[in-house]
């Protein structure tokens, strides 16, 4: 029964100075705060935080409710000290110091951005890399701030920007249907009509005045009239495809407006993709009874 008793409490001084020693090691460990300006379903509390793709901590918590005009979502990480030192090499390292901390001037150039661990699960952790930028000192909420860097999914959304093509192609078909409405088709047509008589008109003159020169003057007199005939044709055709009332015209405005609404439906679907990307595999699933 001694034995026993004095087995026990060797076990309860134990774990007492077990979890009180880890208490401090952890108390002790580096933490930042990391300003997502994105959505970031996917990331949760405890999920990992890695230096070019080796795991060195973990998320602590979210900070909501500040600030709502942009939606950002500050997020508080933990650098484990443990796992630093276990991956770090001794004696002349550039990145920590001889106690596992990031050194100032390597501190001063991380960034972070949000990774896609699995498109099945939709998971997302913290990668941290180091730039040639030097970041300017920030605090937030009491920790160090480090600046991030938009997702692959942000960049790609961005980059694509259907909403802002949508925009141009509305405006395109608004300026073009403008600028075809203020063309006067009847005057362009009736000052074409004009100029081809009085250059019929000069060209008969200028036969009559010269036919002594021989009939190559005149062969070209009459390709110069022919020539005419096609121009006066030409005309004719763009005065009936430029009208109003034509089918040019109705079929440019609605292929315009049809652009216009594929190009919201893909912006559409890029921003679904951007906030659920394991919606992508996982379908809609089945109707429940």
């Not at 484990?80 to 150039?109: A, C, I």
């Not at 009939?215 to 109003?244: F, R, Y």
């Not at 292929?255 to 921003?271: E, N, P, V």
């Amino acid at each position: 029964m001694g034995i026993f008793c004095f087995g026990a409490i060797v076990l309860i001084i134990g774990f007492i100075v077990f979890t009180g020693g880890f208490s401090s090691f952890r108390g002790a460990n580096e933490r930042f705060v990391m300003v997502f300006h994105e959505n970031v379903y996917g990331l949760h509390e405890g999920g990992k935080v890695t230096l070019n793709g080796v795991r060195i901590g973990r998320v602590e918590r979210f900070f909501l409710g500040d600030a709502t005009e942009d939606g950002p979502v500050p997020v508080l990480v933990e650098i484990n000290r443990k796992l630093v030192r276990r991956h770090m090499v001794e004696g002349g390292n550039d990145l920590f110091d001889d106690e596992g901390f990031f050194k100032p001037e390597v501190l001063s150039r991380l960034q972070a951005k949000l990774i896609q661990e699995s498109f099945v699960t939709g998971i997302l952790y913290i990668n941290l890399t180091n730039s040639n930028e030097v970041n300017e000192k920030k605090e937030l909420y009491g920790f160090r701030e480090i600046p991030t860097n938009a997702s692959i999914f942000a960049e790609l959304s961005e980059s694509i920007n259907l909403e802002k093509l949508s925009k141009q192609i509305s405006d395109l078909m608004v300026t073009a249907t403008q600028k075809l409405n203020d063309i006067d088709l009847n005057e362009l047509s009736l000052d074409f009509s004009k100029t081809n008589n009085e250059f019929q008109l000069f060209l008969n003159q200028m036969s009559k005045a010269y036919s002594p020169l021989g009939p190559k003057l005149s062969d070209s007199v009459d390709e110069g009239k022919i020539a005419i005939g096609k121009i006066t044709q030409l005309a004719t055709s763009l005065n009936t495809m430029l009208d109003p009332s034509s089918e040019l015209r109705f079929g440019f405005t609605s292929t315009m407006r049809d652009i216009s609404a594929m190009s919201k439906s893909l912006k559409s679907l890029a921003d679904l993709l951007e906030r659920n990307p394991q919606a992508f595999l996982r379908g809609k699933g089945e109707t429940s009874e």
